[in-house]
């Protein structure tokens, strides 16, 4: 880490032959405070989409209480970096071991879940002495469409509404409080995804007559990428509320959300060279085994900026990418917008990496660790008009237990 640069004074600096990630912790805090004030419940962070102790802790000192972890090395990691959050093991299907460590070590109370097998297990691998937990918080995930998502999570996890009721019942027995949580698909494009997906939440609590303490509508939270307009989160946020209020639910039931994407798409972006130009392919130094893994296998367009002293006049044209390695998969077809003159030694900003990027680096063939700089710049979007100067918020905790 060094001191607060922008992308141009990197590249002009430092003319880095390696990948520079520039980090935005203002624009972490600023997403944060965002949810934190204006969602009408809880916000869990979804450690998946950008695993980075600094990250992590700045959302930490900006009010992000709770952490929504989905394997036992983010549970470890989260424990280790804030020994007071609140953990929640979010992954409907868990190795008993990984249940037991997060139970009786680091102090995890919430699990997800979406069979009656997977009750059981939770019920075993947390009981004492063959005493059962009295203090679990079960929540059972349902199948819900992601027809308004850019990125399906609807055939992996999730029991059907028409299966749900002898899932809720043994959870029901097994919990002290009940919770219903669901995943919209990652990148929601309208609000109404999740207004049909409480209706399906509905569905399920009537037909099972179970009483739910928590209603966990999961991440989805769109982030600003070229081409592709969404609502203001607000909307989402108004939506949400509403159709919780009209729930059939314990008059003291929470409400809680596992934003991922929109908490850290924000925090980070990779500036790259211009190794060389092939008409209007260029090789870039970071890539599919980078960066930039959604860009070439779900071509997920990420917003680029040449990044050059003397802007250039030249007029925009669609340019797709390689990547370092030596692998033709290492593709990223684009179309980029980038002015007609890019050539071979100029630098380009990738943004809103932060999720989903810069998590899913390797270092296959070499390539993969370049520096990471905190840039004191605004991020290449933002969805979020909360200033720096409001202060953080902390929704004050409610017990789940009625
Ligand atoms: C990936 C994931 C999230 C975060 O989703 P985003 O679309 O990034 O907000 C939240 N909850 C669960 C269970 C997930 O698997």
Redesign the pocket.
């Known amino acids: 880490m060094h001191k607060p640069s922008t992308a141009l004074g990197v590249a002009r600096d430092r003319i880095p032959s390696q990948p520079v990630t520039l980090v935005r912790p203002h624009a972490a805090r600023r997403a944060a405070r965002f949810f934190v004030e204006k969602f009408p419940g809880r916000s869990l962070y979804?450690v998946?989409?950008n695993p980075s102790p600094d990250l992590i802790r700045t959302l930490w000192d900006s009010g992000i209480t709770h952490y929504?972890v989905?394997s036992i090395t983010e549970v470890r990691l989260v424990r280790g970096l804030l020994p007071h959050a609140t953990l929640c093991f979010?992954?409907p299907v868990k190795p008993a071991e990984a249940i037991a460590e997060a139970y009786h070590v680091h102090g995890v109370r919430t699990f997800?879940l979406d069979s009656v097998e997977e009750v059981d297990k939770i019920v075993a691998a947390t009981a004492t002495d063959g005493v059962s937990a009295a203090d679990l918080t079960l929540c059972v995930?349902l199948r819900v469409s992601s027809a308004h998502s850019k990125?399906s999570?609807a055939t992996k996890f999730g029991v059907g509404v028409d299966e749900a009721a002898p899932v809720l019942h043994a959870a029901r027995q097994a919990a002290d409080a009940l919770g219903i949580?669901f995943?919209v698909?990652?990148?929601?494009m309208s609000p109404q995804a999740y207004a049909d997906a409480l209706a399906l939440v509905r569905a399920a609590i009537v037909a099972a007559g179970v009483t739910v303490d928590v209603i966990d509508v999961?991440?989805?939270?769109p982030s600003i990428y070229p081409g592709m307009a969404t609502a203001p989160i607000e909307r989402y946020f108004a939506v949400i509320g509403r159709a919780f209020e009209d729930l059939p639910v314990s008059y003291s039931a929470e409400l809680w959300c596992?934003?991922?994407?929109?908490l850290s798409a924000e925090y980070a972006s990779v500036l790259v060279r211009v190794e060389k130009r092939r008409g209007d392919e260029l090789f870039i130094n970071d890539g599919a085994y980078g960066a930039l893994f959604d860009a070439a296998h779900i071509d997920w367009r990420f917003p680029v900026a040449l990044v050059r002293e003397q802007e250039s006049r030249a007029k925009p044209v669609g340019f797709s990418f390689y990547g370092p390695t030596c692998d033709d998969m290492d593709y990223m077809r684009g179309p980029f917008m980038l002015p007609a003159d890019v050539q071979a030694g100029d630098y380009l900003e990738i943004g809103m990496l932060g999720?989903?990027g810069c998590a899913m680096r390797t270092a296959f063939n070499g390539f993969g660790n370049g520096e990471t700089v905190i840039a004191s710049d605004e991020p290449m979007a933002s969805n979020y008009t909360v200033t720096e100067a409001t202060p953080a918020k902390v929704t004050p905790l409610r017990e789940v237990r009625s």
């Open positions: 979804a998946k989409a929504d989905a979010m992954h997800s995930r990125l999570l949580a995943h698909g990652s990148q929601a999961g991440g989805g939270f596992e934003p991922g994407r929109a999720a989903y």
